[in-house]
């Protein structure tokens, strides 16, 4: 399998063991999950008689081209008041030290290729905690360089043990359908 793209990025907040007010959070670059597995071996008689290599927990890198305010509240659970600069009203967002991220599922989209046919493997990460991004920005130089945000988010399981669910599909369209069916359908405009 070749994965050629990635689209789609979908976040819904968990409560009560239920996806709730989805958005779409940004347009994705890149994503990157690393899954860190247990190791534990019985040995008996000098030898490994039993091991044990499932998930202990994770990490989900992600490059996205921006993280606007609204949606950096809703995964970081900020919050964003208003304020008045010049007589205009303007849209703040406030960090506090006792701001508490939301549980949230994360959804997306590659487009595979196997055996020259192309398909749709969608992804979701059921349930995630994000923390807050680094501030990065550079000087521009001779020739002008595109500067993106890296956010990172925790993986644990759900209440049955289960941490991602993923699918293959022939269309675009399955694959975004899937998304929706577990972490909910984000109202148009909404986040990104």
């Known amino acids: 399998m070749a994965i050629v793209g990635i689209k789609n990025l979908q976040v819904s ?86 701001d508490k991220a939301p549980y949230v599922g994360v959804g997306c989209y590659s487009e595979v290729s196997r055996d020259n046919i192309t398909a749709y493997r969608a992804i979701v990460l059921l349930k995630n905690m994000f923390a807050i991004p680094k501030e990065k920005a550079k000087t521009r130089e001779d020739t002008m360089e595109y500067q993106t945000k890296e956010v990172t988010a925790t993986i644990f399981t759900d209440d049955k043990g289960n941490w991602k669910k993923e699918a293959t599909f022939e269309t675009e369209e399955e694959a975004i359908e899937f998304i929706h069916s577990i972490l909910g359908n984000p109202t148009p405009g909404e986040g990104a």
Request: charged share 35%; aromatic share 4%; net charge negative.
């Open 13 to 98: 907040k968990m409560e009560n063991g239920k996806y709730i007010e989805p958005i779409m959070l940004a347009d994705i670059i890149d994503i990157d999950i690393n899954i860190e597995s247990n190791d534990k071996k019985l040995y008996a008689s000098d030898k490994i008689k039993e091991s044990n290599r499932s998930f202990k927990s994770g990490e989900i890198k992600m490059t996205i081209d921006d993280l606007i305010d609204k949606s950096a509240a809703y995964i970081l659970g900020m919050k964003t008041e208003a304020v008045e600069v010049n007589g205009k009203s303007v849209n703040v967002l406030v960090s506090n030290r006792s």
